[in-house]
């Protein structure tokens, strides 16, 4: 199928027809889409906004993407798509959690945009903890080793 330019019609259908899915109430709850939500993500193009991988790399980055309160619920961030909500890969989101620079002004920031360049060099800062790094090979090696074992021999660790 050849690429449908973004000002035709054509791409109008597509993005109408994927609202449709992603909203569809036959879907299971869990997985539906809010209709902001769809719009956030066409907005950052389909890349987390915190790091930029892109969402739609794999079918499981597509499913783990999740969206984050860029200023956090419980610093005054509002529940509102256009001004205080990301669309970001679940490590960034899970990483980011709760927190807000100390440094960094808050709900004061009145657009989005500068809202996630705020926050962003934490988020990647944090994915970069060698701890985390560390820990995340440790556990690779483990199970590799973990595999390569029958079964009753692994669980006796
Ligand atoms: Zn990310």
Known sequence: MALADASTGDYKDLVRK?????TD?????????PENL????LRANGYCEYCGTDLVSSLEAFWASETDHVIPKDRGGEDDYEL??????????????KSW?????????RDRSA??????PMVLERR?????VEIFARFREVL??????????????
């Open 18 to 22: 994927l609202r449709e899915d992603l």
């Open 25 to 33: 109430p036959n879907l299971p709850r869990n997985v539906r889409w």
């Open 38 to 41: 769809v719009a956030l993500m």
């Open 84 to 97: 205080n909500k990301a669309i970001a890969c679940n490590w960034c989101n899970r990483i980011k959690g």
């Open 101 to 109: 620079p100390d440094d960094a002004p808050g709900v004061e920031i």
């Open 115 to 120: 809202r996630i360049a705020a926050v962003r």
């Open 128 to 132: 970069r903890q060698r701890r985390l």
């Open 144 to 157: 590799e080793l973990r595999r390569a074992q029958p079964k009753e021999v692994a669980d006796e660790v």
